[in-house]
């Protein structure tokens, strides 16, 4: 590869492009976009790394996946940035990751161990309403309540997936008996988030699956102030976005120093406002300002990927039986 | 009719079918390929297919119903407004899903505008979710394509006709048994065949109004096996089903429909002496007023939620837009050269049913299939990504194919039925033929085609998700983007403008394909 480059270099009018390695980084759709973390993210590595820092969207985490199943060995990745806890345990299945040697002291809710995954972000799975609704503090007081609220389908969505987790970590073997409750106050199920948020500020709903940080992107970046999110007694689930080195790669020492910058301020300061997201490591300057005002779960509450690739499909057909009378 | 002397050669059309079946069953065949041993159909699947099929046929028959008399009406009036309606009509039928519910729902959605009259009234909101706000949904997508349809079935009927009924004093009954009847047992079969086909693919509608995994339909369960079990074999039998079913649909609205036609005419105006009673051109005006209410107020709430937005556009979705307009004008291009040549070997060569069927197979298979084989295909030989533009041009293309053959089929019969001979008896070489009877007898229907294709192409999400990066996202996937990163004002303006841009291409495109029916 080393030779090939270099005469690339020699014959290439480029050569100052063509001589810089490159590092393909794969992601999820909003993490590229001009309002994600993409742009600043690639600015600030490419000034430290003396690489070009390639990244490529492909649709949600699960998508993500799927893409990197069909390309197997044969994938230009080197590193894919955006699963989350619930999908690891399918990407490790893969053989396709290869142990990272990053070390980090992250400021989670919960510890973190894993050889393959390492985390960027994280936030925690809530339902989302206008200050002025009186809040319901537990899934049961919501399905007791006339509230009425939109959610995603866990089949086709990252946070539809979470949902039925969040339930089933909090209940058990209850969880068919909450689903049964609940079903009178879903008005809908989408495919994705973006169309529950649409029908939520729309009015559809009083209420919608989204994380308890969404209250600051409207806060930020819109200096709205009217939504808040419900804070449950039971505990909130919380989704960890990780990323992994692949085996195959071609610039593994690379990949390596990315992962490690991931985890460093520059990084972690760009995730808050862009990402909406609590960053995995809390950056020296601190959280913006309106992270303050979110809801501060009690309790989180967060299956090990082992459990969750486990309890995904029974706990799916139990949300099928319930929501499908 | 093989065996007898044709005007110009069947043989491009049939290698078009042939092109197009390999693209979509090579596709699939490469899903399966690719599979590895997974679960096969469960009874979840089943009621999949169970609830897909009833919601199809239901949508698909009231679409076809409701069509009927606003077709009727449209064709028997001419008022000021007329063509602008009939071009607006064809709106909710190119719009990317999302933004079609959103503003569905705007105005028949618990806070939409009839719950909040009805609330005015002191009555209960709207209930819209379920099995019937599925087949409202539908019929809201397919009606304007299903009044398109039949109403060129009315436009083909020659002004003589309807002359020499008047002479001969028929009036509206008469009319309907001799000319009108006739002609939509011809065109109906096709169009209820292209809405079922329509609706056997439809995911997003269908969950998002039928609120809830009640309302899982068989394009559902393929995403889930793809995404939520990656079961690429499940996935492919999934896909099977539904090209079966398209293709016994297609069968049965083929055997369904009679041949024959009204024989030449001489491209005279259409006068309708018959439809002049006070009675009828109520019924009419009510009809047309209906549907224009109908499909007109969510693409008002479209664009009055899009409006503010408008300003304040980013960069990135014009970028978006010009890609758009690049993919849809390359798609277009594609779609005339397989269509055309397909349509008339459909109209002369005998047991043309398979290359009307391999034109169905585009709305037959789900797109994620397609893509996902065109992706395993392409892989190895090439970077995905380079290939975006092409490859998303030729999949709309072939998506927007079973329009363009309903469209262009029954009047490439009429000429071929009706000058062939001439064609023949005067030695005209089949170039000729092309050149001075069958394209020109045609423009109108090529312009229409081309117009829908446009259209289609432009608010279709289609594959460009596989294959796209940041640098190539169409205007749909923009708005997708936009929506996902909570800049839904910004998302609703580029909605409006994808709307616009739409609309526009169609008319620009259909425009020239009118002339024929107007005064």
Redesign the interface.
Known sequence: MKYLTFAAGLFSATAALAEAPTLTVYTYDSFTTEWGPGPLVEKAFEAQCGCDLKLVAAGDGAALLARLKLEGARSDADVVLGLDTNLIQAARDTGLFAPHAVSATFDMPVAWEDADFVPYDWGYFAFVQNKTLSAPTSFRALADSDLKIVIQDPRASTPGLGLLMWVKAAYGDEAPAIWAGLADNIVTVTKGWSESYGLFLDGEADMVLSYTTSPAYHLIAEEDDSKTAARFDEGHYMQIEVAGKLATSDQPELADQFLQFMVSDAFQSIIPTTNWMYPAVTPEGGLPDGFATLIAPGKALLLSPEEAAALRDPALAEWLTALSR | MADRAQPVSGAPGIGAALCVATLILGALAAVVW?AEPGSGLGP?DWQAVRFTLIQAALSAGLSVALAVPVARALARRRFVGRGALITLLGAPFILPV?VA??GL??VF???GWVSQALGALGLEPLRI?GLHGVVLAHVFFNLPLATRLILQGWQEIPGERFRLAAQLGAGPEAIWRLLERPMLARTAPGALAVVFAICLTS??VA????????ATTVE?AI??A???D?DLGRAALLSGIQIVLTALAAGLALRAAPGGGFGAGLDRAVQRWDANTPTLRLLDGAAITLAALFLLLPLAAIAMAGLPGLTEL?A?VFRAARTSVLIALLSTGVLLVLAVPMAASIAMVRRAAWIEIAGLLGLAVSPLVIG?GL??VI??LADP?ALALPVTALVNAVMALPFALRILVPRARAVIGDFGQLGLSLNMGGGPFLRLVLLPRMRAQIGFTAGLAAALSMGDLGVI??F???DMATLPLQI??L??????EA?AGAALLLLGLSMLAFWIFDRGGRWHAEP
């Open positions: 690719r979840s999302i519910v959103l729902l705007a959605g618990r806070a979710y995911f997003a969950l998002t109004l039928g609120g809830g995994p009640r559902l995403y889930q793809f995404r939520f990656f980013p990135s996902t992706f395993i892989y190895p990504r998700a596989l796209a990066d940041q997708y983007r929506m996902g990163a909570y800049r839904m998302a």
